[in-house]
Antibody, heavy 129, light 114 residues
Framework: QITLKESGPTLVKPTQTLTLTCTFS??????????VGWIRQPPGKALEWLAL???????RYSPSLKSRLTITKDTSKNQVVLTMTNMDPVDTATYYC?????????????????????WGQGTLVTVSS | DIVMTQTPLSLSVTPGQPASISCKSS???????????LYWYLQKPGQPPQLLIY???NRFSGVPDRFSGSGSGTDFTLKISRVEAEDVGVYYC???????????FGQGTKLEIK
């Protein structure tokens, strides 16, 4: 059973750095094809993808936020950490982490991607002075 | 950047009736590997999104067969053959083909029950 849980501060001040931790179980981030991503959702608004880290430590970032984001993993702790610098009130949102997985055929060849198939419950982060 | 446009933004459906949501991308989502990386999610009230459909038309594990996805290129559709009360929420399409690599969500379609 795959589960993910986000943790971190609920309130940060403008210009501060946000650090969020995703603690997961039911899978290993050292397994080929597995990744963990971060997606956020401002109150009442749509989803926005932020970053993704793969089993091989390949990292991908939203181009619009790349300069502010860092994603890392600790495979031994089953954790993925996202840092976002220079927080602003517009960054107020629920932040989700989610499991991502490629799938392979019986010969081990890549077949496709399931996208984000399991999500955490999310954590609301408010940016305010 | 690829823009994902969903229509309608909201719909109200009588239980047992069908529903259809369109998702149009500003560029073709056909990848050079021959696959189309288009996904559908449902976000029920107060919950995180849940995966319904992956790669245009594949139902994720446990998703009822009243949900189906179709389309190609830039035009995609999610259909619910017979809406049930538990289907209320906001539906999102998502693409992951764009270079530079990124995922892009549509703006969401809110489904309500009449």
């Amino acid at each position: 059973q795959i589960t993910l849980k986000e943790s971190g501060p609920t309130l940060v001040k403008p210009t501060q750095t946000l650090t969020l931790t995703c603690t997961f179980s039911g899978f290993s981030l050292s397994t080929s094809g597995v990744g963990v991503g971060w997606i956020r959702q401002p109150p009442g608004k749509a989803l926005e993808w932020l970053a993704l880290i793969y089993w091989d430590d390949d990292k991908r970032y939203s181009p619009s936020l790349k300069s502010r984001l860092t994603i890392t993993k600790d495979t031994s702790k089953n954790q993925v950490v996202l840092t976002m610098t220079n927080m602003d009130p517009v960054d107020t949102a629920t932040y989700y982490c989610a499991h991502s997985r490629y799938y392979y055929d019986s010969s081990g060849y890549y077949v496709g991607s399931l996208g984000f198939d399991y999500w955490g419950q999310g954590t609301l982060v408010t940016v305010s002075s | 950047d690829i823009v994902m446009t969903q229509t309608p933004l909201s719909l109200s459906v009588t239980p047992g009736q069908p529903a259809s949501i369109s998702c149009k991308s500003s560029q073709s989502l056909l990848h050079s590997d021959g696959k189309t990386y288009l996904y559908w999610y449902l976000q029920k009230p107060g919950q995180p999104p849940q995966l319904l459909i992956y790669e245009v038309s594949n139902r994720f594990s446990g998703v009822p067969d009243r949900f189906s996805g179709s389309g190609s290129g830039t035009d995609f559709t999610l259909k619910i053959s017979r809406v049930e009360a538990e289907d209320v929420g906001v539906y999102y399409c998502m693409q992951s083909i764009q270079l530079p690599f990124m995922y892009t969500f549509g703006q969401g379609t809110k489904l309500e029950i009449k």
